[in-house]
């Protein structure tokens, strides 16, 4: 009989966020069990509201957004778009320069593929947000990791991204503020990445996603701000700042100087033609979201929801012996190390996996993030403090005579 196997472009993609440890919790679930899931920055199921506003912008273009609509979005989302790039000092971007997507998710995949030949090399951070390297991995390109430095508040380190760089590199993924750790980038920090970039010619793309998430009064700097004179893709939505993220509604700036990229923005505008164009309900919200900014801020400040539960999940998660963390400054992920020879800890997937079954809570190992040694693991701290604070009880229950190898 002719079986049917996964395609071999597909080897070595991965996307562990959703992947073994999430199946078995799945498994739990279907046999009867609570599980208490930490993993996916999905903030609807954690009682988090998109904008009444937001809602009824959409409720009210449903009869008008039947159709399909340019392939690169409605006329008023991508002029609502280009203000808000002119308001963060995003170089050159004209509507013509700005693409709706079905999420960052589908626009990040969209740039591999147009950009990619086979062997061409993208430096991606490490830890990372994973459709990154798996896109880039399905596109025939190769991911060269550089690390952040926890030591260094998760910043990329420069140095390391430096030696990286060879002749078949084309661009630098920059993720700022960053999934998984919570690190916002300093100006010091993105004029290195910008300078390295210039002397190599290459593409800058910045996931900028969480740049409306920002916390302690910090502010976001646009990667494209700082680099007038190159090509930089940014990326950004409203899954996160607006709660939404089963609207499925994201896009994508060209910013800067475009004149050494024709032939690329022409592989763009065929990709994103054949995907005809993204979901034009979700466009139309666009404008009344980005007039929209002030709800966000608020469940970032002293007294709102992620404030409140960063706050919880960071003292809880340092007082664990054996754990310690940078404490985030935007997005709702954390990034904790954990002792690996206290608990002997050889396979950071087993011990999540470990973790689900005894305690009914899901994380994701730091492995799922292309972190190469077992002593990392993401916690999403979306739930209210009430749910973190059992998870964090349970963790610590759940270490004090943990020892993966005995
Ligand atoms: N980029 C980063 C850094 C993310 O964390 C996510 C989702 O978690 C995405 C992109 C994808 O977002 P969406 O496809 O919902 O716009």
Known sequence: MRTFEKSSKLDNVCYDIRGPVMDEANRMIAAGEKIVKLNIGNPAPFGFRAPDAVIKSMSENLTNTEGYSDSKGLISARKAIAAYCRSKNMPDVSVDDIYTGNGVSELITLCMQGLLNSGDEVLVPSPDYPLWTASITLSGGVAVHYI??????????????????????????????????????????????VELARQHGLILFADEIYDRLVMDGLEHIALASLAPDLLTVSFNGLSKSHLLAGYRCGWMCLCGDKSRAKGYIEGINLLSSMRLCSNVPAQSLIPTALENLEDAKKMLLPGGRIYEQREYIYNAITDIPGLSVVKPKAAFYMFPYVDIEKFHIVDDEKFVLDFLKEKKILFTHGGGFHWAKPDHFRIVYLPCVDELSIAAESLKDFLQDYQQCE
Not at 163 to 183: E, Y
């Open 148 to 193: 952040c430095d926890e030591q260094n508040e998760w910043y990329p380190d420069i140095e390391d991204m430096k030696n990286k760089i060879t002749d078949k590199t084309k661009a630098i993924v920059v993720i700022n503020p960053n999934n998984p750790t919570g690190a916002l980038y300093p100006k010091e920090i993105l004029l290195q990445i």
